[in-house]
């Protein structure tokens, strides 16, 4: 029984390290449609595109998740100290309305996108999503520096942002 709680440990920790060093998003997340505060629907490739040759920062979050509004004015303090960093914002609330509602509550600066199958969709799924808030953090090129942050690693993401 020992062995195979270690086994099960050692197997959970690969996982996770895995997850980490992530450096492309795969092609079903480049295909996902997300929506845009105007209605349209846009594929997280070309949300990607339009900020290529920046540093971006993204929130995965969502206006009912108590986490994540506890660590908005931490976020809100990173986007401060790094304001040459471009930010957007993926919301996996359950209703349009209440995204767009949590946008102007927050007064959330970024762009903004809404995944209308939430946490259980194939976005959610295609990029490993298990627990929110979820920062990701992509270099200039394109290249995924941070893959997987939650709202106590502001640390490591601020670090992360002044070496890119």
């Not at 506890?70 to 990173?78: G, N, S, T, V």
Request: glycine share 4%.
């Amino acid at each position: 029984m020992k062995n195979i709680i270690v086994l099960c440990a050692a197997f959970v920790a690969a996982s996770c390290s895995n997850a980490q060093k992530k450096t492309t998003f795969t092609p079903e997340a480049l295909d996902e449609k997300l929506i845009t505060l105007s209605g349209e629907s846009v594929a997280f490739s070309q949300i990607l595109e339009k900020h290529s040759g920046k540093t971006l920062v993204i929130a995965v979050w969502a206006s009912w998740c108590s986490d994540c509004v506890k660590a908005m004015p931490k976020f809100k303090e990173l986007q401060a100290g790094n304001p040459n960093v471009e930010y957007v914002y993926i919301s996996m609330d359950r209703a349009e309305e209440n995204w767009r509602a949590g946008i102007k509550k927050h007064q959330l600066v970024g762009d903004q996108y809404f995944s209308a199958d939430g946490m259980k969709g194939s976005f959610a799924k295609s990029v490993d999503l298990d627990w929110i808030p979820r920062y990701i953090v992509v270099d200039k090129t394109g290249k995924i520096a941070i893959y997987r942050a939650i709202e106590t690693d502001f640390e490591q993401i601020n670090a992360t942002l002044k070496t890119l």
